[in-house]
């Protein structure tokens, strides 16, 4: 049996895990006013959860490549962001497609010579589209980077 509270308990959490991708981090966010619950939950969209995966396979190769050791023999999954359903559509911003096509040369460009100039390049197309699309990540974007890259 589960009691009242419990739903409230699990409401909370589902808000937490599936609240919209764009806003900010959580960490930042846990001072504003609370947002109420969406109706039905959204599951994770394909756009989402692509950003998702390469935003992990960045963290492998940048832990790589600030240990000082070469990339040589990592690659980036080539994702077609333009192909991928977002959330909802106000996501898919004017230019969008013009930035998945840059993003994917960045993409590609990594891939046929790793480094980490082509990974700050790839960085940089993160960034270019997020300010456009959905800043929410932009913090966590932004920890991508690498410090002493010569940028
Ligand atoms: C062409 C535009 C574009 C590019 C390039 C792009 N993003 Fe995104 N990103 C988006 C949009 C739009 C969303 C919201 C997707 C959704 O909710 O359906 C998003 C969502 C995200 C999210 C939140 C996913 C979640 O948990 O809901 C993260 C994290 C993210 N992007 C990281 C990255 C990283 C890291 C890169 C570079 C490797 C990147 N993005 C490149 C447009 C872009």
């Known amino acids: 049996m589960i009691r009242p509270l419990h739903w409230t308990l699990i409401a909370s959490f589902m808000v937490f895990v599936f609240g919209p991708s764009c806003s900010s981090s959580s960490e930042s966010s846990q001072n504003q006013n609370p947002r109420l619950a969406p109706a039905q939950p ?7 959860q692509a950003m998702r995966d390469i935003d992990v396979e960045l963290q492998s190769v940048m832990a ?4 000082g050791e070469e990339a040589t023999d990592f690659r980036l999954t080539e994702h077609d962001f333009s192909k ?3 959330t909802d559509s106000t996501m898919l911003v004017v ?24 990974y700050m390049a790839v960085v940089g ?3 270019s589209c997020h300010q456009k699309a959905c800043p929410g990540p932009l913090e966590r974007i932004a920890k991508r980077r ?6």
């Open 42 to 48: 959204n599951r994770t969209s394909e756009l989402a």
């Open 64 to 67: 790589v490549l600030s240990a």
């Open 84 to 86: 991928l359903q977002p």
């Open 95 to 118: 230019g969008f497609q013009a930035l998945s096509i840059a993003f994917s040369s960045h993409v590609s460009n990594f891939n046929r010579t790793p480094s980490k100039e082509t």
């Open 125 to 127: 197309g993160c960034v």
């Open 146 to 151: 690498l410090p002493d890259a010569l940028d």
